[in-house]
């Protein structure tokens, strides 16, 4: 069992920078892969990106990819997503996922433990 809590959230102008921290609990972090989604209001939770167990393979959504950025540091059991160069499109609750099987994904049912979600907004 994981229990994974997200932090980091909050407003920020277009153009600017947040990082998201997840912090999981349980022994077993290091040999989850580990995801970031989130959901905008009206619309339903959508992939961000995912890294492996290891570090070694991470995976991107198009709307995304080259602004953000995902690593993990097993050793104090974390998760972080850089976010650089923001638009209002991505105001949205980001949410930390934990997926038990090998591999990626960016299906929502293949992740087995989900945090609570951080608030990102973005404003013009």
């Known amino acids: 069992q994981a229990q994974l809590v997200e932090s980091g959230g909050g407003l920020v102008q277009a153009g600017g920078s947040l990082r998201l921290s997840c912090a999981a609990s349980?022994?077993?972090?290091?040999?989850?892969?580990m995801g970031w989604f989130r959901q905008a209001p009206g619309k339903e939770r959508e992939f961000v990106a995912t890294?492996?167990?290891?570090?070694?393979?991470?995976y991107y959504a198009d709307s995304v990819k080259d602004r953000f950025t995902i690593s993990r540091d097993n050793s104090k059991n974390m998760v972080y997503l850089q976010m650089n160069s923001l638009k209002p499109e991505d105001t949205a609750v980001y949410y930390c996922?934990?997926?038990?099987?090998?591999?990626?994904?960016?299906?929502?049912?293949?992740?087995?433990?989900w945090g609570q979600g951080t608030q990102v907004t973005v404003s013009s």
């Open positions: 349980g022994r077993s972090f290091s040999t989850y892969q």
């Open positions: 890294i492996s167990w290891s570090g070694g393979s991470t």
């Open positions: 996922a934990a997926m038990r099987r090998s591999g990626l994904s960016t299906m929502r049912s293949a992740y087995d433990y």
